[in-house]
């Protein structure tokens, strides 16, 4: 079973601007992490951030983690056309990852 | 360093067949999990590994699902007398969680079954 959902399913920029990608779970966690999938690359992780971080940076992406809410946001800055992917939330529980839906995101040269 | 690998990349197999799914790990890799991904879906949790130890499988959707590691490296995944809603993307991962500071997985790029 899914842990959680993230908005919007799917996503459509231009290049050069903002995506933002939201995540909300249901149990607690001890981390959440995101993944990027594309078919050439396939799963990749991008990013961490503990259940006692509120923000973290990596390079064009900030996460932010709101415990209270149980949600959690992706924010890609200056978006490429290489960014296009379908973008996973997931939680930790136990070792395993329990993942969202996804949010596909096509950024359009 | 190599990544994940699994293998076959691709397998189909007729409805009753019996499979087998093979996964090498990162070496020095104490964790090894294997997750289903349905087309349009995120990844779903099958199995956990730390090192031989089948620590967790929860997520094995029948009794037709088996996994091992024998040596605490390369783990296969084999499914029995396969169905049509079997058919997905088998994703392997790794990682140095030791069941005490969580870091990321490193995935392998899929077996996708196809059962007809």
């Known amino acids: 079973s899914q842990q959680g959902e993230e908005d919007p399913q799917a996503l459509s920029i231009q290049e050069g601007e903002n995506a933002t990608m939201n995540c909300s779970y249901k149990t607690s966690i001890n981390n959440l992490q995101w993944y990027r999938q594309n078919s050439g690359r396939g799963l990749v992780h991008l990013i961490l951030?503990?259940?006692?971080?509120r923000e973290k940076h990596s390079g064009r992406l900030r996460v932010t983690l709101d415990t209270s809410k149980k949600s959690s946001s992706l924010l890609i800055t200056a978006s490429r056309a290489a960014d296009t992917a379908s973008y996973f939330c997931a939680t930790g529980q136990g070792g395993k990852l329990i993942f969202g839906q996804g949010t596909e995101l096509s950024v359009k040269p | 360093g190599a990544g994940v690998s699994q293998s076959p990349r691709y397998k189909v197999a007729k409805r009753g067949q019996d499979v087998a799914l093979r996964c090498d790990p990162i070496?020095?890799?104490?964790?090894l999990f294997w997750y289903q991904q349905a087309l349009g879906q995120g990844p779903e949790f099958l199995t956990y590994?730390?090192?031989?130890?089948?620590?967790?499988k929860s997520g094995l959707p029948s009794d037709r699902f088996f996994a091992e590691r024998p040596e605490g490296s390369v783990s296969t995944l084999k499914i029995q007398r396969t169905q049509q809603e079997d058919s997905a993307v088998y994703l392997c991962?790794?990682?140095?969680?030791?069941?005490?500071?969580?870091?990321?997985?490193?995935f392998g790029p899929g077996t996708r079954l196809t059962v007809l």
């Open positions: 070496s020095g890799h104490v964790s």
């Open positions: 991962a790794s990682s140095y969680f030791t069941g005490i500071i969580y870091n990321e997985q490193f």
């Open positions: 590994f730390q090192n031989e130890a089948q620590l967790d």
């Open positions: 951030i503990r259940s006692n971080e």
